[in-house]
């Protein structure tokens, strides 16, 4: 971690908050980037909206990476602002390939609904609590999620 990264507002409280809530944190080109336990996604998210001095209360965007071969699997990445202080930051959290499965930001952020159904419709990833986690791109009977990186080019016949 750098010198700018170790004293980053959001992380400092964090790290007051839960000490376990964040496993690791970094920072390209001025961007921080923090990876959240995922059994501390929900309560970190909620600390990160609710703390008075950071306001992390607009979710601009959601979306998943698949690193296969690689162990956990994805990453889920929630893109998050600031509108108090007009500061950026990115939640990222690993998923394990055989059950992927993780908590809906919903409750936080309803604007989670149709980021985190696109990501269960293309990488089938399971958001627990979603009220509506069906497929949003591909037909109901569709097979498969084509952004999966071991999914056929082709696709399945």
């Known amino acids: 971690m750098t010198a700018d990264l170790d004293t980053h ?8 908050f839960d000490p376990q809530a964040v496993e690791d944190a970094r920072i390209f080109r001025g961007e921080v980037t923090l990876y959240v336990h995922r059994p501390n996604f929900l309560r970190t998210c909620e600390f990160l ?9 607009f979710l601009s965007d959601v979306t998943a990476l698949d690193l296969y071969p690689q162990e956990p699997r994805f990453e889920v990445v929630y893109h ?7 500061q950026r930051l990115r939640l990222k959290v690993r998923v394990g390939g055989d059950d992927p499965h993780m908590e809906s930001a919903i409750p936080l952020w309803p604007a989670a609904n149709a980021f985190e159904r696109e990501i269960f419709d293309l990488f089938g990833i399971k958001f627990e ?6 497929r949003l791109l591909m037909p109901e009977e569709w097979e498969g999620h084509p ?11």
């Open 129 to 134: 609590g979603h009220p509506f986690l069906r």
């Open 80 to 86: 998050l602002l600031s509108m108090q202080s007009v």
């Open 49 to 57: 909206r609710d703390d008075p001095s950071l306001r992390f209360n």
């Open 9 to 16: 507002p959001a992380l400092l409280k964090l790290r007051e």
């Open 147 to 157: 952004l999966r990186k071991d999914y056929p080019t082709e696709g399945y016949r």
